[in-house]
């Protein structure tokens, strides 16, 4: 494949990723509105994954949205109604340094027990 094949390749990526982010993002306002999570919205796990991540130096303040799924049990013996994490959106004002979005990253990962994949960590803008 020639160079410009490669370049259109590269350029319908990154125009995918983009419309997956912006995308995300419409979800995250949608279902928190303007409100921080780490100021009393969203559900139990988002707020305390915000209230740790937030205690990270350079994180700065954090909207984090989690989305879940029900966990299908292999023995449905009356067992506890489990959740299944399937992807993290966090939108954090000191993302912008990629040594705090790899650890924002990382502790997200940790935390919740899911892979790199399922978690995005997007800068936020100056108005927050």
């Known amino acids: 494949m020639n160079l410009s094949g490669r370049f259109k390749g590269a350029v319908k990526i990154e125009w995918l990723a983009m419309i997956a982010a912006l995308a995300v993002l419409f979800l995250l306002f949608l279902r928190n509105g303007q409100q ?4 009393g919205e969203g559900t139990e796990l988002e707020t305390r ?6 205690t990270v ?12 799924r029900q966990a299908v049990p292999a023995f449905s013996g009356g067992g ?5 994490v399937t992807g993290v959106v966090i939108v954090a004002e000191g993302a912008r340094d990629l040594r705090i ?3 924002i990253q990382q502790a997200t990962k940790t935390l919740l027990n899911v892979e790199l994949d ?3 960590v997007l800068e936020m803008h100056e108005g927050g």
């Open 118 to 120: 399922q978690i995005q």
């Open 49 to 54: 994954l915000a209230a740790v991540l937030q």
């Open 57 to 68: 130096e350079g994180v700065g303040r954090v909207k984090v949205l989690v989305n879940e």
């Open 36 to 39: 921080s999570v780490s100021e």
């Open 80 to 84: 506890a109604n489990e959740r299944e």
């Open 101 to 103: 979005a790899l650890a």
